[in-house]
Nanobody, 124 residues
Framework: VQLQASGGGVVQAGGSLRLSCAASGRTLSSYVMGWFRQAPVKEREFVATIDLSGSTTYYSDSVRGRFTISRDNAKNAVYLQMNSLKPEDTAVYYC??????????????????WGQGTLVTVSS
């Protein structure tokens, strides 16, 4: 499956953005999905994940309560709604898909497919 992340941009602190992850080649309903991010000179880190049914989600401590991951299997897309953005949220955001699984996971190495990333810049 090929993943395409979009929706990044420049926003002021306190603002909101919604990232989208679209798929081609396969239906996303077969994949556990996740969002990760990588800030300049930092390692890539987990942000959020959602299981196949969309009923279970997990978030990193740094975004819990501000970000929401969701999926629309009919539209073959996954979203990351980001509210109350902070300058420390500035990063390239990647969507990822995990095949042959049902449960959501925060472990990066368990994801099989990655999108190209979309840049989010939060100004203070």
């Amino acid at each position: 499956v090929q993943l395409q992340a979009s929706g990044g941009g420049v926003v002021q602190a306190g603002g909101s953005l919604r990232l989208s992850c679209a798929a081609s080649g396969r239906t996303l309903s077969s994949y556990v999905m996740g969002w990760f991010r990588q800030a300049p000179v930092k390692e890539r880190e987990f942000v959020a994940t959602i299981d196949l049914s969309g009923s279970t989600t997990y978030y990193s401590d740094s975004v819990r309560g501000r970000f929401t991951i969701s999926r629309d299997n009919a539209k073959n897309a996954v979203y990351l709604q980001m509210n109350s953005l902070k300058p420390e949220d500035t990063a390239v955001y990647y969507c990822a898909a995990r095949s042959r699984a049902i449960r959501a996971t925060i472990v990066e190495r368990e994801y099989d497919y990655w999108g190209q990333g979309t840049l989010v810049t939060v100004s203070s």
